[in-house]
Protein backbone atom coordinates (compact mmCIF):
# COMPACT_ATOMS: atom_id res chain seq x y z
CA UNK A 1 0.00 0.00 0.00
CA UNK A 2 1.17 3.41 -0.75
CA UNK A 3 0.41 6.42 1.40
CA UNK A 4 -0.90 8.76 -1.32
CA UNK A 5 -3.99 5.93 -1.25
CA UNK A 6 -7.37 6.95 0.29
CA UNK A 7 -7.15 4.80 3.97
CA UNK A 8 -6.43 7.63 5.41
CA UNK A 9 -10.01 7.30 6.26
CA UNK A 10 -9.85 4.30 7.21
CA UNK A 11 -6.78 4.48 9.93
CA UNK A 12 -7.84 2.86 13.36
CA UNK A 13 -6.33 5.92 15.12
CA UNK A 14 -8.85 7.81 16.92
CA UNK A 15 -8.61 11.54 17.62
CA UNK A 16 -9.45 12.68 21.70
CA UNK A 17 -7.64 12.39 25.20
CA UNK A 18 -6.99 8.73 26.62
CA UNK A 19 -9.98 9.54 29.06
CA UNK A 20 -12.60 9.51 26.72
CA UNK A 21 -11.13 6.28 25.20
CA UNK A 22 -10.69 4.46 28.40
CA UNK A 23 -15.04 5.43 28.95
CA UNK A 24 -15.71 4.00 25.40
CA UNK A 25 -13.69 1.17 26.10
CA UNK A 26 -15.69 0.48 29.60
CA UNK A 27 -19.16 1.53 27.96
CA UNK A 28 -18.26 -1.97 25.26
CA UNK A 29 -16.81 -3.75 27.99
CA UNK A 30 -19.07 -4.01 30.94
CA UNK A 31 -21.93 -5.54 28.99
CA UNK A 32 -19.78 -8.32 27.89
CA UNK A 33 -18.61 -8.87 31.26
CA UNK A 34 -21.61 -9.25 32.43
CA UNK A 35 -23.14 -11.35 29.63
CA UNK A 36 -20.27 -13.78 30.52
CA UNK A 37 -20.80 -13.78 33.96
CA UNK A 38 -24.08 -15.97 34.07
CA UNK A 39 -23.30 -18.05 37.16
CA UNK A 40 -23.69 -15.06 39.17
CA UNK A 41 -27.24 -14.56 37.97
CA UNK A 42 -28.43 -17.80 37.12
CA UNK A 43 -30.95 -18.18 39.42
CA UNK A 44 -35.26 -18.27 39.30
CA UNK A 45 -35.57 -15.67 42.23
CA UNK A 46 -36.46 -12.50 42.33
CA UNK A 47 -39.51 -12.89 39.96
CA UNK A 48 -40.79 -10.03 38.33
CA UNK A 49 -43.98 -10.20 36.51
CA UNK A 50 -43.56 -13.77 36.73
CA UNK A 51 -40.68 -14.09 35.32
CA UNK A 52 -36.98 -16.01 37.10
CA UNK A 53 -34.65 -12.85 37.39
CA UNK A 54 -32.47 -15.01 34.66
CA UNK A 55 -35.14 -13.96 32.13
CA UNK A 56 -35.72 -10.49 33.42
CA UNK A 57 -32.31 -9.51 34.71
CA UNK A 58 -30.85 -10.47 30.53
CA UNK A 59 -34.07 -8.67 29.46
CA UNK A 60 -32.86 -5.30 31.30
CA UNK A 61 -29.08 -5.73 30.45
CA UNK A 62 -30.17 -5.45 26.51
CA UNK A 63 -31.81 -2.07 26.94
CA UNK A 64 -28.69 -0.75 29.18
CA UNK A 65 -26.49 -2.00 26.74
CA UNK A 66 -28.23 -0.61 24.24
CA UNK A 67 -27.81 2.60 25.84
CA UNK A 68 -24.06 2.04 26.61
CA UNK A 69 -23.37 1.72 22.86
CA UNK A 70 -25.68 4.04 21.90
CA UNK A 71 -23.41 6.19 24.46
CA UNK A 72 -20.12 4.83 23.17
CA UNK A 73 -21.24 5.88 19.35
CA UNK A 74 -22.16 9.35 20.23
CA UNK A 75 -18.39 9.54 22.15
CA UNK A 76 -16.43 8.60 19.21
CA UNK A 77 -18.51 10.47 16.54
CA UNK A 78 -17.60 13.35 18.86
CA UNK A 79 -14.22 11.99 19.13
CA UNK A 80 -13.72 12.14 15.36
CA UNK A 81 -15.30 15.37 14.95
CA UNK A 82 -18.92 14.77 13.79
CA UNK A 83 -21.87 16.32 14.80
Known amino acids: MTKD ?7 L ?3 GTT ?5 VAILLLVPIAVFSATPLYD ?4 ELFGL ?11 VVT ?3 YL ?3 MLLNR ?5
Do not use: H, R
Open 52 to 62: TFFYWFQAAWL
Open 19 to 23: IEKVI
Open 71 to 73: MAA
Open 43 to 46: SKGP
Open 66 to 68: SVF
Open 13 to 15: ETK
Open 79 to 83: MEGGN
Open 5 to 11: SNVNDLS
